[in-house]
């Protein structure tokens, strides 16, 4: 026995001196790296190290990648909401603050403020009313009302925005439009006439024309050899009627210079018709005349290479594109 329990003593022995360096190097790796021993890991232990550094990683996070991400993701998930949405949904209504002008609320919006004048329609432009509302376009444009006669294509070429492009924005599931249709027409913008336009048409002041006589045009407003042409002319035989293009005062009605015999109607709002070359007048100063009415007949008069009419229409003096104003 005593020489069976000798050996086996000597394994107790033994075993219990491995136990001990075991675990004493154990402690000492455990004190010396700081690494969490197995048993701790599985109670979800950890030391001042690891939870610095856990803290930090989670920092990181929501200060900044994340955080980037984020802003990314609701970048994308914004332009596809925005791109699911009608343009009508997107417009926003703005209600006029206190000491805020035209020029502040674009800046605002970041759009421009012909932006805003061309999707109001406002009776001025340097006074707002504090609670008036304003349309806001999700970006630089105008909307505009179809008028009689008009088509995609004139409006296009009106505001020189492609045609796809007035489709896309509108949604338009058919090329044909409606008379009075409001249509937001992107990246258009507005001349010097349009904005008065508009905002004679808000006062409700605007005079409407119609062409005073038919005939080719001869030749259109604007520059022409280096010289401003401050009307059209349209081409047509001698003694063909000439009709006021709306109503008004006759302040004119004789012969003036190149004009030759010219007849000047005054309109409300500023506006003032010029009919000249003509070969006789059916009119006299002072004389209030309908719409539609004959004050002339065409001819070759003052200084004229040609029987035609030369038609003007102003505003405060200012000669306009006669073109553009008439219905
Ligand atoms: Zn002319």
Redesign the pocket.
């Known amino acids: 026995m005593p020489e069976h329990s000798r050996p086996k003593g000597l394994v107790i022995y033994g075993i219990a001196l491995l136990i001990l360096i075991g675990s004493g190097t154990l402690f000492i790796w455990r004190s010396l790296t700081g690494h969490p021993l197995f048993w701790e890991e599985n109670i979800g232990g950890g030391n001042d190290e690891d939870l610095a550094y856990l803290e930090q990683v989670e920092q990181e996070n929501s200060e900044g990648f994340m955080r980037e991400d984020d802003d990314t993701y609701r970048l994308e998930a914004d332009i596809l909401v925005a791109e699911s949405l009608s343009i009508w949904e997107r417009i926003k209504t703005h209600e006029v603050q206190k000491g805020e002008s035209l020029w502040t609320i674009a800046k605002d919006y970041n759009i421009d403020v012909d932006t805003i004048i061309g999707a109001n329609e406002l009776k001025s432009h340097d006074k707002i009313d504090i609670g008036q509302k304003l349309t806001i376009l999700p970006f630089k444009g105008l909307t505009h009302r179809v008028e009689k006669g008009e088509s995609l294509w004139s409006i296009s070429k009106r505001y020189n925005v492609p045609v796809e492009e007035i489709i896309e924005t509108n949604s338009l599931a058919t090329q044909n439009i409606k008379i009075g249709e409001m249509l937001v027409v992107p990246g258009a913008i507005l001349t010097e006439a349009d904005k008065e336009r508009r905002l004679l048409l808000a006062r409700g002041g605007l005079p409407l024309f119609i062409r005073p006589a038919s005939g080719r045009i001869s ?1 259109r407003f604007g520059m022409r050899w280096g010289k401003m ?5 349209l081409a047509m035989p001698v003694g063909t009627p000439i009709r006021a293009a709306s109503a008004g005062k006759v302040i004119k009605a004789g012969t003036a210079g190149d004009y030759g015999q010219l007849v000047v109607i005054k309109h409300p709002e500023g506006f003032e018709t010029r009919y ?2 003509n070969s006789k007048i059916n009119v006299k100063i002072g004389q209030y005349i309908k719409q539609g009415d004959i004050i002339a007949y065409s001819g070759n008069t003052g200084r004229s290479t040609g029987p ?1 009419l ?2 003007e229409i102003r505003v405060n003096g200012k000669p306009q594109d006669p073109l553009k104003w008439i219905n």
């Open positions: 030749s042409h401050q009307g059209v002319d000249a070359h035609h030369h038609f």
